[in-house]
DNA sequence: GTGGTCTAGACCACG
DNA sequence: GTGGTCTAGACCACA
């Protein structure tokens, strides 16, 4: 489900992180699920081994995942994710919305897109059977 | 004001350039004020000021701000900000919001953060006897 | 008539120069028609002197008007206009046209603009009482 | 291919740019092909590889290829081209075509400029067995 | 004094 | 080997 764009400027490696984070932000994999192997996963997409393993460490750093070796890897509780990444997320919406405001926006056009993605959510139990 | 991080992974001019257009989001720079020079901003930062004139120039091509040969760099009114920073704002705004609503966060927690972004503008003319 | 923008990022006297030629392209101002003067043209305009005297200057060298020492300046005939300028602007015109081409659109389209220009011309004789 | 003129006014990097736009516009090179390293451009036309680059930098901000980092750099679709851009070119057809009409030439002889300038187009796959 | 352009040369990340 | 960034220092046009 991860497409890649080779005309993207950022590297593979980064679109890849990206690609896997958003299907655990999405629910579209709940906490424990097993994430396919790097090499399956490279496979799949055509790439080198190395750039799917770069996309793994750096995804494992950020706390999204847990790696047991002979098992595989595997998302992780919210809870686990690193504070560095909430902290940069927080900058990012913040910097965001002051600048939407700015541009002319107001603060109930931005609170329903509030809404519009909690709405969009898959909560813990409601996607299992996928 | 503009605070430099060379251990940050982002580039330096692009570091300038956020530091800058933050200035003029907030109000703190209004329409028509004039920017520091190339050369005085370069050397206060104590980069070379290339790197300044990059950004000066990226934020010139997002229409945060005009720039006259010999005269100096100027901001721009809100009406002539790029459209595509706008739709580029919009989504990163939906995907930081949807990031953190699973990290935990309640959509009233981030509506609060749009109302103290909302208090913390300076609206036209109301910053002008600084 | 001519109206400058200082946030252009074009020199105030190359905008000054676009000015007076496109009175004369359009027939605004005929054949021996006087233009203003240095003077008068630099205090209508709010700008200094040298500044349109660059500009008359120009355009005396394109052929676009001839200067007359003590009498002022006057709109030169069409055939007078330097060949340079006609070889650049065919080049402007073949360049643009192509593409427009490659972009999608069709000569049938690019024809019709060529009837409009046309269309919105002012012939010698006819805007005299102007 | 690119010819550069130093004695003339516009900058070396927009005569490059130019000159590789003019490529892309006429088919020379289709989408999807490899343009020319930034190194190996440079010390072809026996100029600074960063001129170089920055004139693909901004044929990148235009849509006229896109850039991969350490693979190189490639013509793009017509379809990604900068929708601002068209709005110039449609400025400058009208502009040189205005003056021209005023210098004498007729309807006509532009009209048989614009059916040259599609004659001289090499559509997608022709060129191919080049 | 201002911004705009260009050069020479350097180091880094990427695949 | 590729593009991306940065520095140091230079010259020019403009108002």
């Known amino acids: 489900m ?3 764009n080779y005309r993207d400027a950022r ?3 980064e679109q890849v992180k990206d690609g896997l984070r958003h299907l655990v932000v999405t629910g579209a994999l709940q906490a424990g699920d097993r994430l396919p192997s790097v ?3 490279a496979s799949s997409l055509a790439i080198n081994p190395n750039t799917i393993q770069r ?10 995942l847990y790696t047991v ?6 998302a992780s509780p919210q809870a686990d994710v690193d504070a560095g990444r909430r902290a940069r997320l927080l900058e990012q919406f913040d910097q965001s919305a002051a600048e939407l405001l700015f541009l ?5 056009e931005l609170g329903a897109r509030l809404q519009a993605a ?6 813990p139990g409601e996607g299992e059977s996928v």
Chains 1, 2, 3, 4 share one sequence.
Do not use: D, Q
Request: glycine share 14%; no cysteine.
């Open 39 to 41: 090499r399956s996963l």
């Open 11 to 13: 590297p593979i490696y």
């Open 55 to 64: 996309a793994y460490e750096a995804l494992e750093r950020e706390g999204y």
């Open 2 to 4: 991860i497409r890649l």
């Open 104 to 108: 002319g926006m107001t603060v109930a």
């Open 69 to 74: 070796a002979g098992k595989g890897s595997f």
């Open 118 to 123: 909690e709405a969009g959510r898959v909560r």
